[in-house]
């Protein structure tokens, strides 16, 4: 959960998330929606793989990205637990 976290943190990699929501996205293509480097959107991408959050998906010569939404749903049920925690406070 920490990779998780730490990749998170910055708001670049939060907005290639954003952007990946719509459907896969070769490397070129996520950085047509940034002013940076296509070198720097490989290190972001590089640390979302790790943290799990997107995966590769490699189709003939492209390389496409991919949200990984069973992180997503993991870290969605493990934050409603602090919910459903604060609701048996308050019974």
Do not use: C
Not at 20 to 45: C, N, P, V
Not at 61 to 90: A, C, H, R, S
Request: no cysteine; proline share 1%; glycine share 6%.
């Amino acid at each position: 959960m920490k990779d998780v976290f730490r990749a998170l943190a910055d708001p670049t990699r939060r907005q290639i998330v954003t952007i990946l929501r719509d459907g896969d996205l070769t490397a070129g293509e996520i950085s047509q929606h940034f002013d940076m480097s296509k070198s720097s959107i490989s290190q972001h991408l590089n640390v979302l793989k790790q943290a799990e959050l997107v995966y590769d998906n490699k189709q003939g010569q492209y390389v496409y990205y991919t949200l990984n939404t069973t992180v997503f749903q993991e870290l969605v049920g493990w934050t409603m637990g602090f919910l459903d925690k604060g609701e048996d406070i308050n019974e």
